[in-house]
């Protein structure tokens, strides 16, 4: 069954207490590569059938009106998993 992935990321004008803390444990542990970390949900939906663009659609609405706080969060991606 294909499986649609939604990834939901806090505003970017938000503060992310969470990202902080992991840089934080990044430069504390010595790693230097990155410099800020953003924690965002993942949620994967189990498509009873074929992914049409109706489909699609309602994996959106449901992202916007039941995944996602729209007042603290984006939908930054819907995609098909392969």
Do not use: C, H
């Not at 993942?42 to 449901?62: K, N, P, S, Y």
Request: net charge negative; no cysteine; charged share 30%.
């Amino acid at each position: 069954m294909p499986t649609i992935v939604v990834d939901v990321m806090p505003k970017s004008e938000l503060l992310d207490p969470q990202g902080k803390a992991v840089s934080g444990a990044f430069a504390r542990t010595g790693v230097t590569a990155f410099s800020d970390v953003r924690i965002g949900k993942r949620f994967e939906l189990t498509v009873d059938g074929e992914v049409t663009d109706d489909v699609l659609a309602e994996a959106r609405r449901i992202a916007e009106e039941v995944l996602s706080n729209s007042v603290i969060e984006d939908v930054v991606g819907i995609e098909v998993a392969e």
